[in-house]
Protein backbone atom coordinates (compact mmCIF):
# COMPACT_ATOMS: atom_id res chain seq x y z
CA UNK A 1 0.00 0.00 0.00
CA UNK A 2 2.53 2.37 0.92
CA UNK A 3 4.52 1.90 -2.65
CA UNK A 4 1.59 2.19 -4.57
CA UNK A 5 0.47 5.36 -2.35
CA UNK A 6 3.64 6.80 -2.94
CA UNK A 7 3.47 6.74 -7.01
CA UNK A 8 0.10 8.10 -6.98
CA UNK A 9 1.80 11.69 -7.34
CA UNK A 10 3.40 10.31 -10.30
CA UNK A 11 2.21 12.65 -13.28
CA UNK A 12 1.24 15.59 -10.90
CA UNK A 13 2.38 19.40 -11.45
CA UNK A 14 3.53 21.91 -8.89
CA UNK A 15 4.40 25.69 -8.86
CA UNK A 16 6.54 26.47 -5.91
CA UNK A 17 6.99 30.11 -5.58
CA UNK A 18 10.69 31.28 -4.43
CA UNK A 19 11.75 27.79 -5.24
CA UNK A 20 15.31 28.59 -6.34
CA UNK A 21 16.83 28.55 -2.85
CA UNK A 22 16.38 27.42 0.60
CA UNK A 23 13.21 25.86 1.74
CA UNK A 24 11.86 26.66 -1.94
CA UNK A 25 14.11 24.79 -3.40
CA UNK A 26 13.79 21.82 -0.72
CA UNK A 27 10.61 21.43 -1.24
CA UNK A 28 10.62 21.82 -4.88
CA UNK A 29 13.62 18.70 -4.98
CA UNK A 30 11.08 17.25 -2.50
CA UNK A 31 8.52 16.74 -4.84
CA UNK A 32 9.80 15.57 -8.24
CA UNK A 33 11.32 12.76 -5.61
CA UNK A 34 7.73 12.25 -4.85
CA UNK A 35 7.26 12.11 -8.75
CA UNK A 36 6.13 15.27 -9.46
CA UNK A 37 7.16 18.10 -12.58
CA UNK A 38 7.90 21.14 -10.58
CA UNK A 39 7.97 24.69 -11.64
CA UNK A 40 9.80 27.34 -9.35
CA UNK A 41 9.84 30.95 -9.56
CA UNK A 42 12.72 33.47 -9.25
CA UNK A 43 13.01 36.83 -9.14
CA UNK A 44 16.73 37.74 -8.68
CA UNK A 45 18.93 34.06 -8.46
CA UNK A 46 18.48 32.97 -12.29
CA UNK A 47 21.67 30.79 -11.64
CA UNK A 48 20.35 28.73 -8.59
CA UNK A 49 16.92 28.27 -10.14
CA UNK A 50 18.18 26.93 -13.05
CA UNK A 51 20.49 24.37 -10.76
CA UNK A 52 17.24 23.59 -8.71
CA UNK A 53 15.61 22.72 -12.57
CA UNK A 54 18.85 20.60 -13.72
CA UNK A 55 17.91 18.35 -10.11
CA UNK A 56 14.41 17.51 -11.12
CA UNK A 57 15.56 16.83 -14.70
CA UNK A 58 18.40 14.57 -13.16
CA UNK A 59 15.22 12.68 -11.50
CA UNK A 60 13.18 12.13 -14.40
CA UNK A 61 10.84 14.58 -14.09
CA UNK A 62 10.04 18.14 -15.98
CA UNK A 63 11.17 21.22 -14.29
CA UNK A 64 10.40 25.00 -15.37
CA UNK A 65 12.24 28.43 -13.94
CA UNK A 66 10.05 31.27 -14.38
CA UNK A 67 10.87 34.34 -13.31
CA UNK A 68 8.87 36.48 -11.55
CA UNK A 69 8.63 39.10 -8.32
CA UNK A 70 6.13 38.27 -6.09
CA UNK A 71 5.34 41.65 -5.16
CA UNK A 72 4.14 42.11 -8.65
CA UNK A 73 0.56 42.58 -9.31
CA UNK A 74 0.56 40.09 -12.28
CA UNK A 75 3.94 37.94 -11.96
CA UNK A 76 2.18 35.21 -9.77
CA UNK A 77 -0.54 34.90 -11.99
CA UNK A 78 1.72 34.66 -14.80
CA UNK A 79 3.62 31.74 -13.22
CA UNK A 80 0.82 30.04 -12.43
CA UNK A 81 -0.64 30.46 -16.16
CA UNK A 82 2.94 29.68 -17.73
CA UNK A 83 2.85 26.31 -15.48
CA UNK A 84 -0.53 25.07 -16.94
CA UNK A 85 0.68 26.09 -20.64
CA UNK A 86 4.32 24.67 -20.25
CA UNK A 87 3.47 21.54 -18.11
CA UNK A 88 0.19 20.75 -19.05
CA UNK A 89 -2.07 21.42 -15.67
CA UNK A 90 -1.37 22.53 -11.78
CA UNK A 91 -2.19 20.26 -8.63
CA UNK A 92 -0.42 21.94 -5.96
CA UNK A 93 0.69 24.90 -5.47
CA UNK A 94 3.87 25.94 -2.60
CA UNK A 95 3.08 30.10 -1.78
CA UNK A 96 6.95 29.84 -0.34
CA UNK A 97 8.47 33.20 -1.93
CA UNK A 98 8.99 35.44 1.43
CA UNK A 99 11.53 38.13 2.13
CA UNK A 100 12.34 38.44 6.31
CA UNK A 101 12.28 42.76 7.34
CA UNK A 102 13.56 43.14 10.63
CA UNK A 103 14.36 46.35 12.89
CA UNK A 104 12.22 48.83 15.47
CA UNK A 105 8.91 49.07 13.92
CA UNK A 106 9.44 53.59 14.37
CA UNK A 107 11.90 52.43 11.59
CA UNK A 108 9.64 51.22 9.14
CA UNK A 109 8.97 52.67 5.61
CA UNK A 110 5.82 52.30 3.40
CA UNK A 111 7.78 50.89 0.70
CA UNK A 112 8.48 48.34 3.16
CA UNK A 113 4.95 47.57 4.95
CA UNK A 114 3.69 47.59 0.33
CA UNK A 115 6.36 44.89 -0.26
CA UNK A 116 6.29 43.18 2.52
CA UNK A 117 2.42 42.07 2.51
CA UNK A 118 1.79 42.02 -1.58
CA UNK A 119 4.82 39.03 -1.25
CA UNK A 120 3.36 37.09 2.34
CA UNK A 121 -0.31 38.29 1.67
CA UNK A 122 -1.20 39.19 -1.76
CA UNK A 123 0.84 37.19 -3.70
CA UNK A 124 -0.67 34.15 -2.32
CA UNK A 125 -3.88 34.95 -2.65
CA UNK A 126 -3.65 35.72 -6.48
CA UNK A 127 -1.94 32.52 -6.85
CA UNK A 128 -4.19 30.60 -5.58
CA UNK A 129 -7.04 32.28 -7.35
CA UNK A 130 -5.44 31.44 -10.18
CA UNK A 131 -4.44 28.10 -9.90
CA UNK A 132 -7.81 27.06 -8.84
CA UNK A 133 -9.46 27.51 -12.13
CA UNK A 134 -7.26 25.48 -13.34
CA UNK A 135 -7.35 22.94 -10.33
CA UNK A 136 -9.32 19.40 -10.09
CA UNK A 137 -10.07 17.34 -6.75
CA UNK A 138 -6.99 16.34 -5.08
CA UNK A 139 -5.39 19.60 -5.37
CA UNK A 140 -3.35 21.12 -2.84
CA UNK A 141 -2.65 24.34 -2.32
CA UNK A 142 0.32 24.83 0.82
CA UNK A 143 1.52 28.40 2.49
CA UNK A 144 4.88 28.34 4.22
CA UNK A 145 3.78 30.35 7.22
CA UNK A 146 6.35 31.07 10.42
CA UNK A 147 6.43 29.91 13.69
CA UNK A 148 6.98 34.26 14.69
CA UNK A 149 3.19 34.42 13.28
CA UNK A 150 2.13 32.29 16.71
CA UNK A 151 4.27 33.64 19.62
CA UNK A 152 6.87 36.79 19.27
CA UNK A 153 9.68 36.05 21.55
CA UNK A 154 11.43 39.00 20.34
CA UNK A 155 11.36 42.83 19.02
CA UNK A 156 12.17 43.34 15.80
CA UNK A 157 9.38 41.51 13.72
CA UNK A 158 6.04 43.26 14.02
CA UNK A 159 5.47 44.04 9.90
CA UNK A 160 6.87 39.99 9.59
CA UNK A 161 4.84 38.80 12.09
CA UNK A 162 1.41 40.75 11.21
CA UNK A 163 2.34 39.91 7.55
CA UNK A 164 2.67 35.77 8.32
CA UNK A 165 -0.46 36.00 10.85
CA UNK A 166 -2.45 36.62 7.79
CA UNK A 167 -1.94 33.52 6.09
CA UNK A 168 -3.66 31.47 9.00
CA UNK A 169 -7.11 33.47 8.27
CA UNK A 170 -6.39 32.52 4.59
CA UNK A 171 -6.08 29.37 4.90
CA UNK A 172 -8.90 28.80 7.49
CA UNK A 173 -11.29 30.69 4.76
CA UNK A 174 -9.78 29.11 1.68
CA UNK A 175 -10.21 25.39 3.20
CA UNK A 176 -13.99 26.12 3.38
CA UNK A 177 -14.20 27.85 0.27
CA UNK A 178 -13.03 25.05 -2.06
CA UNK A 179 -13.37 21.97 0.25
CA UNK A 180 -16.51 20.64 -1.65
CA UNK A 181 -14.19 20.39 -4.90
CA UNK A 182 -12.08 18.40 -3.15
CA UNK A 183 -8.96 20.52 -2.65
CA UNK A 184 -6.95 20.98 0.51
CA UNK A 185 -5.52 24.32 1.90
CA UNK A 186 -2.95 24.11 4.24
CA UNK A 187 -0.73 26.66 6.34
CA UNK A 188 3.02 25.14 7.32
CA UNK A 189 5.10 27.64 10.39
CA UNK A 190 8.38 26.56 10.05
CA UNK A 191 10.97 27.74 13.18
CA UNK A 192 14.59 28.63 12.74
CA UNK A 193 15.86 26.90 9.86
CA UNK A 194 19.45 27.40 8.17
CA UNK A 195 19.11 28.65 4.84
CA UNK A 196 20.96 32.32 3.58
CA UNK A 197 18.06 34.12 4.81
CA UNK A 198 18.77 33.12 8.23
CA UNK A 199 21.93 30.75 8.74
CA UNK A 200 22.74 28.54 11.47
CA UNK A 201 25.78 30.58 12.51
CA UNK A 202 24.67 34.16 11.92
CA UNK A 203 25.33 36.49 14.54
CA UNK A 204 21.37 35.82 16.24
CA UNK A 205 21.11 31.99 15.51
CA UNK A 206 22.36 31.22 19.57
CA UNK A 207 19.30 33.19 20.97
CA UNK A 208 17.27 31.33 18.16
CA UNK A 209 18.65 27.94 19.15
CA UNK A 210 17.94 28.90 22.96
CA UNK A 211 14.00 28.97 22.36
CA UNK A 212 14.20 25.64 20.83
CA UNK A 213 12.92 22.84 22.84
CA UNK A 214 15.47 20.52 20.32
CA UNK A 215 18.05 23.28 21.00
CA UNK A 216 19.05 23.54 16.66
CA UNK A 217 18.07 24.79 13.60
CA UNK A 218 15.57 22.52 11.37
CA UNK A 219 17.80 22.15 7.65
CA UNK A 220 14.97 22.65 4.54
CA UNK A 221 14.26 19.35 4.05
CA UNK A 222 12.58 19.21 7.45
CA UNK A 223 9.81 21.82 6.28
CA UNK A 224 9.94 19.99 2.91
CA UNK A 225 8.96 16.81 4.06
CA UNK A 226 5.51 18.07 5.73
CA UNK A 227 5.16 19.42 2.13
CA UNK A 228 5.75 15.95 0.74
CA UNK A 229 2.84 14.56 3.41
CA UNK A 230 0.44 17.69 2.44
CA UNK A 231 0.63 17.33 -0.93
CA UNK A 232 0.67 13.73 -0.89
CA UNK A 233 -2.12 11.58 -0.97
CA UNK A 234 -1.89 10.74 2.99
CA UNK A 235 -2.99 14.25 3.28
CA UNK A 236 -5.88 13.87 1.78
CA UNK A 237 -7.94 14.59 4.67
CA UNK A 238 -6.43 17.28 6.21
CA UNK A 239 -7.05 20.83 5.26
CA UNK A 240 -7.66 24.33 7.07
CA UNK A 241 -4.47 23.36 9.86
CA UNK A 242 -1.85 24.94 10.83
CA UNK A 243 1.33 22.61 11.11
CA UNK A 244 4.16 24.07 13.32
CA UNK A 245 8.00 22.71 12.27
CA UNK A 246 9.66 24.45 14.84
CA UNK A 247 11.57 21.74 17.23
CA UNK A 248 9.81 23.33 19.78
CA UNK A 249 10.30 26.80 19.44
CA UNK A 250 6.62 27.00 20.15
CA UNK A 251 5.84 24.48 22.62
Avoid: W
Avoid at 7 to 25: D, N, P
Avoid at 106 to 129: G, K
Avoid at 200 to 210: E, F, I, N, V
Amino acid sequence: MDIMEGRMSVGKVALVTGGSRGIGAAIARRLAADGMDVAVTYSTTPERAHGVVAGIGSMGRRGLAIRADSAGPTDVVEAVERTVRDLGRIDVLVNNAGIFPFGPVEEVTLEQIDRTLAIHVRAAFLASQAALRHMGEGGRIISIGSCLAERVPHGGVTLYTMSKSALIGFTRGLARDVGSRGITVNLIQPGSTDTDMNPADGPGAGDQRALSALGHFAEPEDIAAMVGFLAGPQGRFVTGAQLVVDGGANA
